[in-house]
């Protein structure tokens, strides 16, 4: 099972940033939190991740909480087209081996005009 | 920008037939991944691939899937004997390293009549 926790829905005004939060009180040291989003069925698209550092991207921030037991997705400026549900997802993928990721049930984020 | 490629978008078969699921991985990349999304439910992980073999796989992958790269850029999942529970979003991934974002494709939607 999926080791995080996320609120199952959220809306947003058009405009306005995005809060998504996302709880994984279990990860551990080497644990990365990666960040997707699936809109509307389609394939899931990558966002964001970190380790412990806050990560900025052309896309989003990601806040991580100094003890990493939490985190939050921020998309700053909120479109229509950002209805979706998004997938905070944590794992370690060192060693090579491989990068499975566990979704979860994610967060239905819907946009308001 | 690079894209994951799947073909075909859409497949209708006959209980007990075989299917081949093919995807075009971004051409730089060394892992490889087949998820699948049954309609509502979770997005479920089901293999890795990694240097012409299966690193990981899941309770799903069982004697009924393969997977091969028969050349240089196809990536192919093999279901045989295909059973209505099969129905479902069939999702190829590659990502260039373990530890780096994986792409995914857009799908392809199986159903099993």
């Known amino acids: 099972d999926a080791k995080t926790t996320q609120p199952p829905s959220m809306d947003c005004a058009e405009g306005r940033a995005a809060n998504l939060p996302c709880n994984h009180s279990t990860i551990s040291g080497n644990e990365y939190v990666y960040w997707y989003r699936q809109i509307h069925s389609q394939g899931p698209q990558y966002i964001i991740h970190g380790l412990k550092n806050n990560e900025t991207n052309e896309m989003a921030s990601l806040i991580i909480t100094e003890d990493r037991k939490s985190s939050t997705l921020i998309l700053p400026h909120a479109t229509l087209r950002d209805t979706a549900v998004y997938y905070c997802i944590v794992g370690t993928f060192f060693g090579g081996a491989t990068n499975k990721l566990i979704f979860g049930t994610g967060t239905l984020l819907a946009v308001q005009p | 920008e690079p894209e994951v490629t799947q073909t075909p978008s859409h497949q209708v078969t006959q209980m007990g037939q075989e299917v081949i699921l093919r995807c075009v991985p971004i051409?730089?990349?060394?892992?490889f991944y087949w998820y699948r999304q049954i309609l509502g439910q979770k997005v479920e992980f089901l293999v890795s691939?990694?240097?012409?073999?299966?690193?990981?796989k899941s309770e799903i992958f069982d004697d009924q899937f393969s997977v091969e790269r028969p050349d240089g850029s196809n990536f192919t999942l093999k279901i045989r004997s295909t059973k209505l529970e099969d129905s479902a979003m069939y999702f190829c991934?590659?990502?260039?390293?373990?530890?780096?974002?994986?792409?995914f494709g857009q799908g392809t939607r199986l159903t099993v009549v």
């Open positions: 991934a590659s990502s260039r390293t373990s530890l780096t974002e994986a792409f």
């Open positions: 051409s730089n990349h060394l892992y």
């Open positions: 691939f990694y240097n012409n073999e299966i690193s990981e």
